[in-house]
């Protein structure tokens, strides 16, 4: 099996001036919040253009080691976003996701990456309007918050 | 070899390029590490569209595709079965989002371009990685179960039946029918439910197919589409179905009396009872709440009267497993109680009834005999009818029940009908909803009756007079929105409306079927129009007002299509299971074991001579629970593997590279 590649990758220079634009992944549920994520489009719900989707079957499979992937590889923040507890089309993925989440943001600030750009929600699929608001909420957050820095890490 | 990737940008007409430059999304694509073309299209999903897919397939060579369209859960099947009759494997196929999630939702078109671009960029990284996949084929058990016996269900069970499928009906109750069985007349035709319904329950009984199940319950689900088995636990009903005649005697001479479920509380039952002489089946049920016998050991009354010795006080509560390949929800509605509502007065005020007690003072069966009384035996010279009770309100379901309007118009013509010209009826509205065929003759007809009409949503019912017109009288106090002024409305009964609601146990029974409910509680359907019987579970389907509130003809319709999904499945006989499910690598798994307490299916289990995990690929769903955790990475979902969300990601950052070649672009 080929190395994976989890070194951190080239950042794009601030222009000085210009106004911060994060880059935000969110790893969504198929069932759930990608379902929500269509209706808020659908719905014509005007969201910030920082998210980028990726679709999973379920928060269960998201392995931590692709949200460190993401904040390594170019993104500001992650979001994790699944059906509701007790709603999991997988009967408790999300349980799943919610125990590594909470992990994740223990060890994370250790190495100098600040808990806040990782969010766990919860959005059902008939919560469009929830899901633009998540997402607004959060890219206004990460506005607020600044460009992560991997370079200047510690221990990487 | 590297893949040669064809990278198609739709313009959904204008949906997507009156915000994203599609044109310039292809250019982009085109300079991407692998892709051998990129093209955009005014509709990609069109004939054309997938044509242009299988024609570059087949000349240019193409090992993977990517398409940058509208959601996945929309096309994504179109395409990969454009690819598949292209002669490429299905899964070699990457779509992208660029409407629902960018040109709709990104209001600047410079922005909207720069989120497809990065988007398209992703995909095509990640196509890289995909790998051939191929379905199974599972056999599926002819037989459907169908689960509530209202009318959706009974319609839902006959259209299977009559096609030579067995059935088996589970209903909770003593009886089928539902609650159309407790209606007097049906709107706008006011045909009787009773010469409806009555042959339709009927028909039930007789069919040979269906194997009904009263008293039932299905408590647990196990399997997956095609092959699921339900557990169900059948409470007893103390009497001998086989031995009883349905004569009637036992509950003659029956002494203890209680208040009616069916009759909505304002009618009496004995402890042994049935709903009615029409119920089906028409063997009586002991309630062992409030029988004599079962409570105290004495009495035994029925069983001394029963010509047939029917009557089985050691009956007990059995279970039964059934095997079906289908699943058809139509578990209905339940009704808002209104005493929450405290301002309209229900259970403080006697003449404050709800439309369904109201059904009941109608029907001739009821306990009244089908006569509009009072609770002292006269006839109410005036009824206020309080629309949208629940419904339409913040504080308690935001939807509208979709039937009161039109019941209540029918309260309006019954009343007038059987009481005479002289009675006044009020109604207070806040619109009319008269939608389906015949519904607005029906409306204009009433309005010519005399009915009369007030547009306002009542604050409360009082008793309080302000002067000696008012006395003894219930007074509606509301605003007429029409008038802008303050009205007060001496009657003598009021009907309120009450909204339609999901089961109190929707939560329970959604749990147990691995579906979900929508923000209201009711059953989510797969897609609110292209999929309103189906869910997001494969091989259960809805009926009825399960899903949200209907009026007869469309939970009827909404029943026969649940049934001709389920049929379309267990008449193919077999069924194609997507192939993207978890796998362990033999390699790699040290047999730490941790996966097999996290699978939610029982899927995975320990090999102890090889000292692996092993996944059973007809139990996983490909959750990914497993390979989310996997220590040594030995676990990963086909399709959703480690090295393909990677390289999903990669691309998504990855600058952008100057265009090599120029685009070959169709659009016109």
Same mark, same amino acid.
């Given at each position: 099996?080929?190395?994976?590649?989890?070194?951190?990758?080239?950042?794009?220079?601030?222009?000085?001036?210009?106004?911060?634009?994060?880059?935000?992944?969110?790893?969504?549920?198929?069932?759930?919040?990608?379902?929500?994520?269509?209706?808020?489009?659908?719905?014509?719900?005007?969201?910030?253009?920082?998210?980028?989707?990726?679709?999973?079957?379920?928060?269960?499979?998201?392995?931590?080691?692709?949200?460190?992937?993401?904040?390594?590889?170019?993104?500001?923040?992650?979001?994790?976003?699944?059906?509701?507890?007790?709603?999991?089309?997988?009967?408790?993925?999300?349980?799943?996701?919610?125990?590594?989440?909470?992990?994740?943001?223990?060890?994370?600030?250790?190495?100098?990456?600040?808990?806040?750009?990782?969010?766990?929600?919860?959005?059902?699929?008939?919560?469009?309007?929830?899901?633009?608001?998540?997402?607004?909420?959060?890219?206004?957050?990460?506005?607020?918050?600044?460009?992560?820095?991997?370079?200047?890490?510690?221990?990487? | 070899?590297?893949?040669?990737?064809?990278?198609?940008?739709?313009?959904?007409?204008?949906?997507?390029?009156?915000?994203?430059?599609?044109?310039?999304?292809?250019?982009?694509?085109?300079?991407?590490?692998?892709?051998?073309?990129?093209?955009?299209?005014?509709?990609?999903?069109?004939?054309?569209?997938?044509?242009?897919?299988?024609?570059?397939?087949?000349?240019?060579?193409?090992?993977?595709?990517?398409?940058?369209?509208?959601?996945?859960?929309?096309?994504?099947?179109?395409?990969?079965?454009?690819?598949?009759?292209?002669?490429?494997?299905?899964?070699?196929?990457?779509?992208?989002?660029?409407?629902?999630?960018?040109?709709?939702?990104?209001?600047?078109?410079?922005?909207?371009?720069?989120?497809?671009?990065?988007?398209?960029?992703?995909?095509?990284?990640?196509?890289?990685?995909?790998?051939?996949?191929?379905?199974?084929?599972?056999?599926?058990?002819?037989?459907?179960?169908?689960?509530?016996g209202?009318?959706?269900?009974i319609?839902?069970?006959?259209?299977?039946?009559?096609?030579?499928?067995?059935?088996?009906?589970?209903e909770?109750?003593p009886s089928i029918g539902?609650?159309?069985t407790?209606?007097?007349?049906?709107?706008?035709?006011?045909?009787?439910?009773?010469?409806?319904s009555t042959p339709k329950m009927v028909a039930v009984s007789q069919?040979?197919?269906?194997?009904l199940?009263t008293?039932?319950?299905?408590?647990?689900?196990?399997?997956?589409?095609?092959?699921?088995?339900?557990?169900?636990?059948?409470?007893?009903?103390?009497?001998?179905?086989?031995?009883?005649?349905g004569?009637?005697?036992?509950?003659?001479?029956?002494?203890?009396?209680?208040?009616?479920?069916?009759?909505?509380?304002?009618?009496?039952?004995?402890?042994?009872?049935r709903n009615s002489?029409q119920s089906v089946p028409n063997t009586?049920?002991?309630?062992?709440?409030?029988?004599?016998?079962?409570?105290?050991?004495?009495?035994?009354?029925?069983?001394?009267?029963?010509?047939?010795?029917?009557?089985?006080?050691?009956?007990?509560?059995?279970?039964?497993?059934?095997?079906?390949?289908?699943?058809?929800?139509?578990?209905?509605?339940?009704?808002?109680?209104?005493?929450?509502?405290?301002?309209?007065?229900?259970?403080?005020?006697?003449?404050?009834?709800?439309?369904?007690?109201?059904?009941?003072?109608?029907?001739?069966?009821?306990?009244?005999?089908?006569?509009?009384?009072?609770?002292?035996?006269?006839?109410?010279?005036?009824?206020?009818?309080?629309?949208?009770?629940?419904?339409?309100?913040?504080?308690?379901?935001?939807?509208?029940?979709?039937?009161?309007?039109?019941?209540?118009?029918?309260?309006?013509?019954?009343?007038?009908?059987?009481?005479?010209?002289?009675?006044?009826?009020?109604?207070?509205?806040?619109?009319?909803?008269?939608?389906?065929?015949?519904?607005?003759?029906?409306?204009?007809?009433?309005?010519?009756?005399?009915?009369?009409?007030?547009?306002?949503?009542?604050?409360?019912?009082?008793?309080?007079?302000?002067?000696?017109?008012?006395?003894?009288?219930?007074?509606?106090?509301?605003?007429?929105?029409?008038?802008?002024?303050?009205?007060?409305?001496?009657?003598?009964?009021?009907?309120?409306?009450?909204?339609?609601?999901?089961?109190?146990?929707?939560?329970?029974?959604?749990?147990?079927?691995?579906?979900?409910?929508?923000?209201?509680?009711?059953?989510?359907?797969?897609?609110?129009?292209?999929?309103?019987?189906?869910?997001?579970?494969?091989?259960?389907?809805?009926?009825?007002?399960?899903?949200?509130?209907?009026?007869?003809?469309?939970?009827?319709?909404?029943?026969?299509?649940?049934?001709?999904?389920?049929?379309?499945?267990?008449?193919?006989?077999?069924?194609?299971?997507?192939?993207? !499910?978890?796998? /362990? &690598?033999?390699?790699? +798994?040290? %047999? $730490?074991?941790? =996966?097999? *307490?996290? @699978?939610?299916?029982? #899927?995975?289990?320990?090999?102890?001579?090889?000292? !692996?995990?092993? /996944? &059973?690929?007809?139990? +996983?769903? %490909? $959750?990914?629970? =497993?390979? *989310?955790? @996997?220590?040594?990475? #030995?676990?990963?979902?086909?399709?959703?593997?480690?090295?393909?969300?990677?390289?999903?990601?990669?691309?998504?950052?990855?600058?952008?590279?100057?265009?090599?070649?120029?685009?070959?672009?169709?659009?016109?």
């Amino acid at each position: 099996m080929e190395e994976l590649n989890i070194a951190p990758q080239t950042q794009s220079e601030p222009v000085p001036g210009a106004a911060f634009e994060p880059a935000i992944v969110a790893f969504v549920c198929n069932w759930c919040t990608y379902t929500a994520a269509d209706l808020a489009g659908t719905s014509r719900m005007v969201q910030s253009p920082n998210v980028r989707l990726v679709r999973m079957m379920c928060t269960g499979m998201v392995d931590p080691k692709y949200i460190i992937k993401a904040l390594l590889g170019g993104a500001d923040a992650v979001l994790i976003s699944g059906c509701h507890p007790g709603d999991c089309h997988y009967i408790n993925g999300n349980y799943k996701a919610r125990r590594r989440v909470k992990l994740l943001m223990e060890i994370l600030p250790r190495f100098g990456i600040d808990g806040r750009r990782i969010k766990l929600t919860w959005v059902g699929a008939s919560e469009g309007n929830e899901f633009a608001a998540t997402v607004n909420r959060f890219a206004a957050e990460i506005k607020e918050l600044g460009p992560i820095d991997t370079r200047r890490l510690p221990l990487l | 070899m590297p893949s040669r990737i064809g990278v198609y940008v739709c313009h959904c007409g204008t949906n997507i390029a009156g915000r994203v430059d599609s044109a310039g999304v292809a250019r982009h694509a085109a300079g991407l590490k692998n892709v051998a073309v990129a093209r955009d299209y005014k509709f990609m999903c069109s004939d054309p569209g997938q044509d242009m897919i299988i024609k570059d397939i087949r000349e240019m060579g193409l090992t993977r595709v990517v398409v940058a369209s509208c959601s996945p859960r929309l096309h994504e099947k179109t395409f990969q079965k454009a690819c598949q009759r292209g002669g490429l494997n299905p899964f070699l196929f990457q779509m992208t989002c660029i409407r629902e999630h960018c040109s709709w939702v990104v209001v600047d078109p410079a922005e909207a371009t720069a989120k497809a671009k990065s988007l398209v960029a992703g995909a095509v990284s990640r196509v890289n990685e995909h790998e051939e996949l191929y379905s199974r084929v599972e056999a599926v058990h002819p037989d459907v179960l169908v689960v509530g016996g209202g009318i959706a269900g009974i319609q839902a069970a006959l259209d299977i039946a009559r096609s030579g499928h067995k059935v088996h009906l589970v209903e909770r109750g003593p009886s089928i029918g539902g609650h159309m069985t407790q209606f007097d007349k049906t709107f706008p035709t006011l045909d009787c439910a009773a010469c409806i319904s009555t042959p339709k329950m009927v028909a039930v009984s007789q069919e040979p197919n269906i194997n009904l199940m009263t008293m039932s319950e299905v408590v647990e689900v196990k399997g997956y589409v095609g092959n699921y088995t339900a557990r169900i636990r059948t409470r007893p009903r103390y009497i001998d179905q086989n031995r009883c005649t349905g004569c009637g005697l036992c509950m003659e001479k029956c002494p203890k009396s209680v208040p009616s479920e069916f009759e909505e509380g304002i009618g009496q039952r004995k402890a042994i009872h049935r709903n009615s002489p029409q119920s089906v089946p028409n063997t009586p049920i002991i309630d062992p709440a409030s029988c004599i016998y079962l409570v105290k050991g004495k009495c035994g009354s029925c069983q001394k009267n029963c010509p047939s010795q029917a009557i089985d006080f050691t009956q007990e509560e059995s279970y039964l497993d059934v095997r079906a390949g289908t699943i058809v929800l139509a578990t209905g509605f339940d009704i808002l109680d209104p005493t929450a509502l405290s301002q309209y007065g229900f259970g403080r005020y006697p003449e404050v009834y709800t439309g369904l007690q109201f059904e009941r003072l109608n029907n001739a069966v009821g306990p009244t005999g089908g006569k509009i009384v009072m609770k002292n035996g006269q006839a109410p010279e005036s009824v206020a009818i309080v629309h949208c009770v629940g419904s339409r309100d913040k504080n308690h379901h935001e939807y509208c029940s979709r039937v009161c309007c039109m019941y209540a118009l029918k309260y309006d013509h019954l009343i007038k009908d059987k009481i005479g010209h002289h009675a006044r009826v009020y109604n207070f509205y806040i619109d009319m909803r008269c939608f389906g065929k015949g519904y607005e003759e029906f409306y204009r007809r009433v309005q010519d009756e005399g009915v009369i009409f007030i547009r306002g949503r009542p604050s409360e019912v009082t008793d309080q007079t302000q002067g000696p017109e008012e006395a003894g009288k219930l007074i509606v106090v509301a605003e007429d929105t029409l008038l802008g002024r303050p009205v007060r409305v001496a009657v003598d009964m009021v009907v309120l409306c009450t909204a339609m609601q999901p089961r109190s146990n929707a939560a329970e029974v959604a749990r147990i079927f691995g579906i979900s409910q929508g923000q209201d509680g009711f059953f989510l359907e797969e897609h609110p129009k292209l999929g309103p019987v189906s869910t997001a579970t494969d091989g259960i389907f809805l009926a009825g007002t399960c899903q949200g509130p209907k009026d007869i003809p469309d939970a009827v319709a909404h029943a026969s299509g649940g049934a001709g999904q389920a049929l379309s499945l267990a008449a193919r006989g077999e069924v194609s299971i997507s192939p993207t !499910v978890s796998w /362990i &690598n033999p390699d790699i +798994c040290i %047999g $730490c074991k941790m =996966c097999v *307490g996290l @699978c939610a299916y029982s #899927a995975i289990e320990y090999d102890e001579r090889r000292r !692996v995990c092993v /996944i &059973n690929e007809a139990m +996983c769903k %490909g $959750c990914g629970s =497993c390979a *989310g955790h @996997c220590p040594s990475g #030995a676990a990963q979902v086909r399709h959703f593997n480690e090295k393909q969300v990677f390289a999903e990601l990669e691309g998504l950052f990855a600058p952008a590279q100057p265009v090599r070649q120029p685009v070959a672009s169709s659009a016109t």
